[in-house]
């Protein structure tokens, strides 16, 4: 199974390395080239030498996707710092590339519950810091 992982930030970076590690293919494509230090740190070796490949490129640019290998991914995440930029190019994995499963992190809940009806498969980290920090402060037991 072949990921590609467009943002090799702090998210994309993690999810890359785990899913090299459970066996699959992965393709990370960031317009960074300095992100690619995040692939190789606390690694024995190189993330190509692991068998994982890199990209510099910008998400919005279709030709830096089909370098990345859009054509042939069977996961596509959408983990930049952007929202317009995740839901743009989440969009364009389902639609243009018919992608079968695209994640999308997307920080404004509103955004994320619509996208999610649209079927995206939106993970926003707002949501669940206000889920957990309810459930934590309306929980507490009395002082």
Not at 11 to 24: E, F, I, M, N, T
Not at 115 to 142: F, R
Request: glycine share 8%.
């Amino acid at each position: 199974m072949l990921i590609l992982i467009v943002g090799c930030g702090r998210v994309g970076s993690a999810v890359a390395k785990r899913a090299l590690d459970a066996g699959h293919q992965v393709s990370v494509l960031d317009a960074d080239p300095l992100s690619h230090e995040r692939l190789d740190r606390d690694q024995t070796s190189t993330w190509e030498d692991a068998g994982g490949r890199f990209t510099v490129g910008a998400a919005l640019e279709i030709d830096g996707l089909m370098e990345a290998g859009i054509e042939q991914a069977d996961v596509f995440l959408a983990a930049t710092r952007g929202d317009n930029t995740n839901l743009v190019i989440a969009q364009i994995a389902q639609r243009r590339f018919h992608v079968p499963r695209v994640v999308v992190r997307v920080a404004d809940p509103a955004r994320a519950a619509w996208y999610a009806q649209q079927g995206l498969h939106t993970i926003c980290p707002t949501q669940i810091a206000i889920d957990q920090a309810s459930a934590m402060a309306l929980n507490a037991p009395e002082v």
